[in-house]
């Protein structure tokens, strides 16, 4: 079987970029090519750029063609239209990694507007919420045109189905893929020393790390001891992103932030730009993930981001339980007996559970053995056998 993956990859610093990558790789182990058609090129986001490009490819070659869809981009919503338009023998497939909406902005505004984004940032947020049936009503079209479609957990999935207005079960979840790690360093017990947490992922605002550092602060007034009993480390990439601002200021920011708190260099540590083959030894160093994300006051009009986060994914592969925000689809991701939740935004409920480790810190062990077996359930050979297996059961279905 031949494929044709649609989607941003290394060296792009994204999380999806990551994901697809892994998910090449995890299809070619399976006997599946797959070619990136996108890989190295220079194509603007815009409806005409990217039908010249998709023009000169031969698409009739290939039994199908995936597409991964999030992080707020277009090119990739934009090729599939393309191919729907123009390609009906090929079947068409996407993961949606941020439902439930296949896009978060208009792919193009009509008419007039199409220079909104020339406009201050809030004329064109507001021209994006006006236009926003309109986008609704393309992605829609899109949507009844694929073969397939993925989500990663059960809650994007229902949810994409109600908002796409498709059939129930007509979108499928296999879960985010993670590399398998040898299962020697998995085991882990108690901490006799210090509880080591450790937050690892991009760092940029609406990850809510302010919300962690608050309430480790908040631990340490009211249990001055603990703070011979607990240590964070900050890792993750920095690489600038115009959707979130310049990194370098907002980890000034934070660093402004943990000086106010009064936590010493003792208590918190930064492991920055971590290269991939180093990311499993620092997770491992750590009993504990925490993901405090929170999510987009702004992007609430236009509906809910129901996605998971490759950190989790990390965590399941090297065995370690995670103490999650709600924000995203993190309730399902955290049901597994591999960690707990709490309110996004919510720093004394952050505290809390943090207390309740530092008084029962054999829980990080129950935690650990869930997470194992997550992992284990979810390793990329398997998950890649069954994206395999859906490819052939759409291959050489048109689309409509």
Not at 97 to 126: F, T
Request: aromatic share 8%; with cysteine.
């Amino acid at each position: 079987m031949r494929i044709a993956l649609i989607s941003p990859l290394p060296p792009e610093q994204t999380g999806i970029a990551d994901y697809a990558a892994a998910f090449k790789n995890a299809l070619e182990g399976q006997g599946v090519t797959v070619d990136v058609p996108f890989s190295g090129v220079a194509i603007a986001g815009t409806p005409e750029s990217v039908a010249r490009y998709m023009a000169t490819i031969d698409w009739a070659v290939y039994d199908v063609v995936h597409a991964e869809l999030g992080g707020g981009r277009i090119r990739e919503f934009l090729a599939l239209e393309w191919l729907a338009a123009h390609a009906p023998t090929v079947a068409l497939t996407a993961t949606v990694h941020d439902p439930e909406r296949l896009i978060w902005k208009p792919a193009s505004l009509p008419g007039p507007l199409a220079m909104a984004a020339r406009l201050p940032r809030a004329v064109y947020q507001a021209l994006v919420l006006l236009a926003d049936p309109l986008t609704l009503a393309r992605e829609r079209r899109l949507a009844r045109c694929l073969s397939g479609i993925v989500t990663l957990t059960e809650t994007g999935a229902r949810c994409l189905e109600q908002r796409m207005k498709l059939a129930s079960g007509a979108v499928t979840t296999i879960a985010h893929g993670n590399f398998t790690i040898d299962e020697q360093a998995l085991p882990i017990t108690p901490p006799d020393g210090p509880l080591k947490l450790l937050y690892f992922g991009f760092i940029y605002k609406g990850k809510g790390i302010e919300d962690l550092i608050d309430a480790i602060a908040l631990l340490f007034r009211q249990r001055p001891e603990a703070q011979r009993k607990l240590s964070l480390t900050l890792a993750g990439g920095t690489a600038p992103d115009i959707a979130f601002g310049d990194d370098n200021s907002y980890i000034a920011g934070l660093q402004r932030q943990l000086t106010e708190a009064g936590l010493a260099e003792s208590h918190v540590h930064w492991q920055l730009d971590v290269p991939a083959a180093e990311i499993p030894h620092i997770i491992q160093a750590h009993h504990v993930l925490v993901l405090p994300y929170k999510e987009s006051k702004k992007l609430a009009f236009l509906g809910r981001m129901l996605g998971t986060s490759g950190a989790l994914s990390w965590a399941n592969a090297c065995g370690r339980g995670v103490i999650s925000s709600d924000a995203r689809a993190f309730v399902e991701e955290v049901s597994h007996g591999n960690g707990a939740v709490f309110p996004q935004g919510d720093s004394v409920a952050l505290a809390t559970e943090l207390v309740k480790l530092l008084d029962q810190p054999e829980t990080i062990g129950a935690w650990s053995r869930s997470a194992t077996a997550m992992g284990q359930a979810r390793a990329w050979p398997r998950i890649a056998s069954a994206f395999s297996a859906m490819f052939k059961s759409v291959s050489g279905k048109s689309h409509d």
